[in-house]
């Protein structure tokens, strides 16, 4: 099946500080980049929509301007995580898809501690 | 719809049962349906897939159920195998105009023991 990278793997961080993350679809182009959080012994919980080349689409209660979602290409998308702060260490997880009637792959996931 | 809860559901079978692990859907007019595994520490492993067209699937000791009637969904895992343990997700896919969006349910900690 296609391959979708995340980097990194886990990251350790400073309260304040701001964290990116990338997702790359590695052998296909990706219209649509999606965007998760998943705390301990939840639920993937679906943050944002992400398209290439247009703004991405929030669900409610997520704070645009806290992440920060950028779509540039269609093999990266990246979150970025602004004035990071204890209660948003979470897993974060991509997925992307080709095409809407294809199935989404999943990158492998983003652990942000922050202190 | 997302999940609320703190403590996921929880399924420990003996090596070579069969395991059924069930979920219920919220949308009516969720159109596709995906299982995926989850082991710790990393993202999503797709399983197995079916549209609302249908009401069964079956793949390499995987089998899906779907029942649109009262929106419900069972992943069966025949001869289940300690590598088989991990956290299990339905999903329904809610077709929308501006593409689609993937919603995931609770989740069931399947326990395998030797």
């Known amino acids: 099946g296609a391959v979708v990278s995340q980097h990194p793997s886990r990251v350790i961080c400073k309260s304040g500080t701001s964290v990116k993350i990338e997702c790359r679809s590695l052998d296909f182009q990706a219209t649509t980049m999606f965007w998760y959080r998943q705390f301990p012994k939840q639920s993937l919980m679906l943050m944002a929509t992400s398209n290439e080349g247009s703004k991405a689409t929030y669900e409610q209660g997520v704070e645009k301007d806290k992440f920060l979602i950028n779509h540039a290409s269609l093999t990266l998308s990246t979150l970025t995580v602004t004035s990071a702060h204890p209660e948003d260490s979470s897993f974060y997880i991509c997925s992307a898809r080709r095409t809407v009637n294809e199935k989404l792959f999943f990158g492998s996931g983003t652990q942000l501690s922050v202190l | 719809g997302e999940s609320v809860g703190l403590h996921l559901p929880t399924l420990s079978v003996q090596e070579g049962d069969n395991s059924i692990i069930n979920c219920a859907y919220s949308?009516?007019?969720?159109?596709?349906f995906i299982w995926y595994k989850q082991e710790s520490g990393k993202g999503p492993q797709f399983i197995i897939d079916i549209r609302s067209n249908m009401d069964k699937r079956q793949g390499q000791r995987v089998t899906v159920l779907l029942n649109k009637t009262v929106k419900h969904l069972s992943l069966q895992i025949a001869a289940t195998q300690p590598g088989d343990s991990a956290v299990y997700f339905c999903?329904?896919?809610?077709?929308?105009?501006?593409?689609?969006?993937?919603?995931f349910g609770e989740g069931t900690q399947l326990t395998v023991n030797p």
């Open positions: 949308n009516s007019a969720s159109d596709y």
């Open positions: 999903a329904e896919n809610q077709a929308e105009t501006s593409g689609s969006r993937l919603t």
